[in-house]
């Protein structure tokens, strides 16, 4: 049973342009979280999605950011028009329907690199 | 707004011996989970250790136990016989709802 898969797993853009995050969950989980670490942070909530439905999304940004997790295929987490200030690594989690109490399952990680 | 806090940056601990990594959060919720993940310079994050709230015994996972109170809603993680290989950053976490809410994390460090 694969864990959670997140790619790329380095990512370099440069201003302006758009990056795609990729998450595939682990089989059998239905829900998806996004998260962003900062350089020398902890790791801060973005988004939870089920598939075709977007759950909570508090956490992200108001411009430029946006998630989905399609009926098929992985969970993409867009940013558009990429700034610096953007760098991260950027994780996905996993979880069987309701994450109270569960384990989520956390992919390695994409860090994306703004020049 | 849901808070957790790790006032330890950084900690250092001689091989085979004990360290306790502190945190304390804040929350409303009278049921909730609270979590301490690992994370080494790999970045992926693995899940040391799981306390449910309602429950008042302190959970252990072989070497790692927690002490959990929750009138002061803190939750510590011990480390007892330290190893090499538990050089990393510890993260604890709260869940509320259906997000974690993660403290800023504390770089252990193992000497040998």
């Known amino acids: 049973n694969a864990g959670v898969m997140q790619n790329p797993r380095h990512l370099v853009r440069r201003r302006g342009q758009e990056a795609r995050l990729r998450c595939s969950p682990m089989?059998?989980?239905?829900?998806v979280y996004w998260y962003r670490q900062l350089p020398e942070e902890g790791l801060k909530f973005m988004v939870y999605?089920?598939?075709?439905?977007?759950?909570?999304e508090s956490g992200m940004p108001k411009e430029r950011f946006s998630a989905e997790f399609p009926k098929e295929g992985p969970s993409i987490l867009r940013i558009q028009q990429v700034v610096r200030g953007d760098s991260a690594a950027y994780f996905c989690?996993?979880?069987?329907?309701?994450?109270?109490?569960?384990?989520?399952?956390f992919g390695q990680g994409t860090r994306l690199t703004v020049v | 707004a849901q808070t957790v806090t790790q006032s330890q940056p950084e900690m250092s601990v001689q091989e085979a011996e004990t360290v306790t990594l502190s945190c304390t959060y804040d929350?409303?919720?009278?049921?909730?989970?609270l979590f301490w993940y690992k994370q080494p310079p790999s970045r992926q994050m693995i899940l040391v250790i799981r306390?449910?709230?309602?429950?008042?015994q302190n959970a252990t996972e072989n070497r790692f136990s927690v002490n959990f109170q929750k009138a002061a809603k803190s939750f510590s993680l011990k480390i007892s016989d330290s190893q090499l290989g538990d050089a990393a950053m510890y993260f604890c976490?709260?869940?509320?709802?259906?997000?974690?809410?993660f403290g800023a994390g504390t770089i252990l460090r193992v000497k040998s």
């Open positions: 929350t409303s919720e009278s049921d909730y989970y």
């Open positions: 306390q449910e709230a309602y429950k008042q």
């Open positions: 989690a996993s979880s069987p329907p309701g994450l109270l109490g569960s384990e989520a399952f």
């Open positions: 976490a709260c869940e509320y709802g259906n997000k974690l809410v």
């Open positions: 089989k059998g989980h239905s829900h």
């Open positions: 999605l089920q598939k075709e439905n977007i759950i909570d």
